[in-house]
């Protein structure tokens, strides 16, 4: 079992920055792809990031590709996501992600391929 503790979110204005972060429990961290997921209201959750758990493979979104970064510390059992040149429609919960059972080099970008899920932290980017 892993728990997933979502932090870092919150209002900013457009153009600006956040540093998502998502601590996880348990020693075998380094074994999980993850991912960050967001859903905005009325809109379906979308994967905007992943990272294998390797740490070797990463994927972005069409949408953040240049201005998100995902990236993972496996000796503080923690994934990031450094979003930059925030705009409007990033506004949404941001979820993070863990697989467990995975191939080394693979990421993962569907929701129903994650086994756990954190509580999810919201981002608010103003106009």
């Known amino acids: ?3 997933l503790v979502e932090s870092g979110g919150g209002l900013v204005q457009a153009g600006g920055s956040l540093r998502l972060s998502c ?8 074994r999980y792809a993850m991912g ?13 990031a992943a990272v294998s758990a390797s740490g070797v493979s990463t ?3 069409d949408s ?5 970064t995902i990236s ?7 994934v990031y996501l450094q979003m930059n040149s925030l705009k ?18 693979s990421v993962y970008v ?7 899920w954190g509580q999810g932290t919201q981002v608010t980017v103003s106009s």
Request: with cysteine; aromatic share 18%.
């Open 1 to 3: 079992q892993v728990q």
């Open 23 to 30: 601590a996880a429990s348990g020693r075998t961290f380094s």
């Open 36 to 48: 960050w997921f967001r859903q905005a209201p009325g809109k379906e959750r979308e994967c905007v």
């Open 59 to 61: 994927y972005y979104a």
């Open 64 to 68: 953040v590709k240049g201005r998100f």
């Open 72 to 78: 993972r510390d496996n000796a503080k059992n923690t």
């Open 88 to 105: 409007p429609e990033d506004t949404a919960v941001y979820y993070c992600a863990a697989r467990n059972k995975v191939v080394s080099y």
């Open 110 to 116: 569907r929701g129903d391929e994650y086994d756990y």
